[in-house]
């Protein structure tokens, strides 16, 4: 047996090679000398350390990364770069993975700028001199704007030839093309399945279903593989563009503050822009890869096959078919693009009306107006619903049209094609060849011709689904056309605000306090608060002008002066606060301001507290995250006694300590989430505060305890209020509309001889008045008398009736003597 493996090795080739490859190792060896086999060890014994301390090491970078992630994910927060870049982390498996966010840098977006701000002259949007902000309304269509529009967009979903995107559609193409190659080979296996069916060969029949079957699963998986990459195209293209719009829309220019209340170029829709508009364009765009790149390579590969076997003939008939098809469809094709973007606006409208009912629902509650929303409800659904119903309408008549050209009559047209060789085989091609030459049985002639008619049937129906998709993709482009003309716009309007590119509209002069007009200067980085010949303003959506409130407003205020702005209602106190933050722009004048929230910062309390998403303790330090805190070196003790100042102290032990996550606008009550706000500016404590009315539903003595505790922390107070009381806490007092001999604002200090000569004036006024009422009862009493009396004809006095006397005499008050709703109120006004 030994012998015979022995044997079997010695004739086996692939034994001869390795024996021979051995011996000349060995040969090898003894020749090396003793050196050079020890530094060889060595480095082997180098090399085996080395790789053990490196797997060691990166297995312990890996578990502290991954017990980083867990702890991280738990509390729902991510680490900062210098850079600006955030990672986080996300579930995987039963693991965690780090993703990281790079935000898009500002040199991205100048260049992008004139893409967006500057459409070209070609598209006949633009002269090319001056820039079109924003640009003309066009209509959503197959047009050379659609063209513009979408390369535009398409810079931001492909940012460069080596980004993931690019590497998705490559795979995607890949797949594409090898589906149209098994097409050509299901064509051929189709005609040769039924060649061997009617000539009864059993054995090619059975292996020709078996080939078949093999086909049939690659090309299952190849199908697969194309849906769930236009998928990934389709999120890829998504998460590109939401991560661009967040980036332009949330920074510190407070582009989503002036997109809604100052621009007005998307309304008050910006949500649905962002959410629906961009998922369906994401969604119509990855599939126009598809559903127009493969049909034009199915087109031509399809073609050239069936000129291969039917001749120039069917070629030409093939070609003036697509030429005629395209042309009806074009022009019978109703504005699918307008529609589907007027069909979003009015959808966006008709979820607008219900936002608004939820977010003030208890008002209307407490109003009873439930009939009034469900009337304004109804009519938005009406109006929705009668555009829909005109879609749907067009859309039948387009589909008959559609389906009888697409299906049915190139059907028939396939058939006289494919007939071509059996009747007319000099025009037939490869497939005419057969049937000329007189060689052959007339069995085997007509399996042929059996053979090709069912090859050419099978690329017929391929080409009529690719020429379909082509004509159908039509209908497609044109509802990608409205996708696309929202989006851009959306875009647009942001790189507008973000640069403040406002000019006034071509052969019209800018209005007074309209965008264009902007002329002041914001200087960040003063240590204080300064308005000098500053307009206060309210301004309307570009490009009307705005109301002037205040001509010139001048005033400063250094640290430790703290200032009480009054006045009535309408003159513009929360005004200046506005124009201090940013977000009123600064029409004329100097304002200067510190720079941001923090030590040496400005913070801004508005009357109604903004509560966030989240746990106990991030309404606390909002808008820091846990992480901020945690660099800062806070505790949550420190919070505890944060809130104990602000008189919140039961609050984490009444909704189950700092982690407790609800609807905090819900839980807390009015009174509380102003003292929140105060508990923030006591967390931060910023050099400056400005508070508009932020304690207006807190007790007076609450009210002085957290002025106070907030003056002792050093933090200048800049107040919004109509409260006398709390002058006390305040140096200087800033009144707006006081009406004294034309003028517009005073500004003085709190204890001075003139701030209380003025004091004293507003009292004697008062006491005049209070003098005179008893004189204005008597003349009302006069005037009640005499409107009382009744005039006959000759000039007598009419009584009053016997009933009126009665209850007069009752002592019960005449319904003709009862006092109105005017002399009530001017009781009340005296």
């Not at 260049?111 to 459409?119: D, I, K, S, V």
């Not at 977010?359 to 938005?380: C, I, P, S, T, W």
């Not at 004048?589 to 941001?596: F, I, K, N």
């Not at 007598?796 to 002399?823: F, I, N, R, V």
Request: with cysteine.
């Amino acid at each position: 047996m030994a012998a015979q493996s022995t044997l079997r090795h010695s004739e086996d080739p692939l034994f001869a090679l390795y024996t021979r490859y051995a011996s000349i190792l060995r040969s090898r060896l003894r020749q090396t000398s003793r050196v050079t086999k020890l530094l060889s060890t060595l480095a082997l014994l180098v090399s085996i350390i080395g790789t053990g301390y490196g797997g060691a090491n990166w297995w312990r970078r890996r578990r502290a990364e991954k017990e980083t992630g867990r702890r991280l994910l738990r509390r729902n927060s991510g680490l900062r770069g210098k850079d600006g870049s955030r990672t986080i982390y996300v579930p995987y498996r039963d693991a965690t993975s780090k993703v990281t966010i790079h935000p898009t840098k500002p040199t991205t977006f100048d260049a992008h700028r004139r893409l967006f701000l500057q459409p070209p002259r070609a598209a006949r949007l633009s002269d090319g001199t001056t820039p079109q902000v924003p640009p003309p309304q066009t209509k959503p269509g197959l047009n050379l704007a659609f063209l513009h529009q979408f390369l535009s967009l398409l810079n931001i979903m492909i940012p460069r030839w080596g980004s993931k995107e690019t590497g998705l559609l490559l795979s995607h193409g890949v797949f594409l093309l090898l589906r149209t190659y098994l097409s050509l080979v299901v064509a051929r296996l189709d005609g040769e399945i039924v060649r061997d069916l009617v000539a009864g060969n059993g054995k090619a029949f059975l292996w020709g279903i078996v080939k078949w079957c093999g086909i049939g699963s690659f090309a299952s998986y190849t199908n697969a593989m194309i849906k769930f990459l236009q998928s990934k195209v389709s999120i890829a293209f998504r998460t590109r563009l939401t991560r661009y719009i967040h980036d332009l829309y949330l920074n510190d220019n407070l582009n989503y503050y002036r997109l809604s209340n100052l621009d007005g170029g998307v309304g008050q829709g910006a949500d649905q822009f962002i959410t629906q508009d961009l998922t369906l364009f994401c969604a119509s765009a990855a599939s126009l890869y598809s559903s127009l790149g493969k049909p034009f390579v199915d087109i031509c590969v399809f073609n050239y096959q069936l000129f291969r076997s039917l001749g120039p003939l069917a070629l030409s008939g093939l070609l003036a078919n697509y030429f005629l098809t395209a042309t009806i469809l074009r022009r019978l094709s109703p504005p699918f693009g307008k529609l589907k973007a007027v069909e979003a606006r009015r959808e966006g409208d008709f979820r607008a009306l219900h936002s608004r009912l939820i977010a003030n629902a208890e008002e209307v509650a407490f109003y009873g107006g439930d009939q009034m929303e469900r009337h304004f409800l109804d009519k938005g659904f009406k109006d929705l619903k009668h555009w829909m119903e005109g879609i749907y309408s067009l859309k039948i008549r387009y589909n008959m049209l559609e389906d009888f050209v697409l299906k049915y009559s190139w059907s028939a047209f396939g058939y006289l094609i494919t007939s071509l060789p059996v009747f007319l085989p000099a025009w037939g091609g490869l497939g005419g060849m057969p049937e000329l030459s007189e060689s052959g049985e007339r069995q085997s002639r007509e399996r042929s011709r059996m053979k090709e008619f069912i090859t050419n049937k099978r690329l017929m129906l391929s080409l009529a689904d690719a020429g379909g998709r082509v004509m159908y993709s039509i209908k497609d482009l044109s509802e990608l056309a409205g996708y696309t003309s929202r989006v851009y716009t959306l875009i647009s309007t942001l790189h507008r605000v973000h640069a403040n590119a406002y000019f006034p509209p071509p052969g019209t002069r800018p209005e007074l306090y309209s965008l264009s007009d902007v002329q002041g200067t914001i200087h960040k980085g003063f240590d204080g608060v300064r308005l000098e010949h500053v307009p206060v303003v309210a301004p309307n959506l570009y490009p009307m002008g705005g109301d002037e409130l205040i001509e010139s407003l001048s005033f400063i205020v250094h640290s430790g002066e703290h200032l009480l702005i009054s006045g009535p209602n309408g003159v513009g106190k929360s005004a200046v606060s506005r124009i201090v933050a940013g977000l009123w722009p600064t029409y004329r004048g100097l304002v200067s301001r510190p720079r941001s929230v923090g030590t040496d910062g400005i913070m801004f309390l508005p009357q109604r507290p903004y509560l966030s998403t989240g746990t106990l303790r991030d309404q606390v330090i909002y808008p820091h995250t846990e992480v901020d805190m945690k660099d800062t070196g806070r505790r949550d003790f420190e919070l505890s006694q944060v809130l104990e100042e602000a008189r919140l102290g039961y609050l984490p032990d009444r909704e189950g300590g700092w982690d407790t996550r609800k609807d905090w606008k819900d839980v807390l009550s009015g009174g509380e989430k102003q003292r929140m706000g105060i508990a923030r500016l006591l967390y931060h404590e910023p050099r400056y505060a400005f508070i508009d009315e932020g304690t207006s539903a807190v007790s007076s003595d609450v009210e002085g305890l957290l002025y106070e505790r907030a003056k002792a922390k050093g933090i200048t107070l800049i107040t919004i209020s109509t409260r006398a009381s709390l002058k006390r806490y305040h140096t200087f007092t800033l009144t707006l509309g006081s009406g004294d001999a034309g003028e517009e604002w005073e500004f003085q200090r709190i204890g001075t001889e003139s701030e209380k000569s003025s004091v004293e004036k507003e009292l004697h006024e008062l006491r005049e008045r209070l003098a005179k009422v008893e004189e204005w009862k008597k003349r009302r009493q006069e005037i009640e008398d005499e409107l009382n009396k009744v005039w006959v004809e000759s000039g007598e006095e009419l009584p009053p009736p016997a009933y009126s006397q009665s209850s007069m005499d009752d002592g019960t008050m005449s319904p003709t003597t009862m006092p109105t709703d005017e002399t009530s109120n001017a009781e009340d006004s005296n």
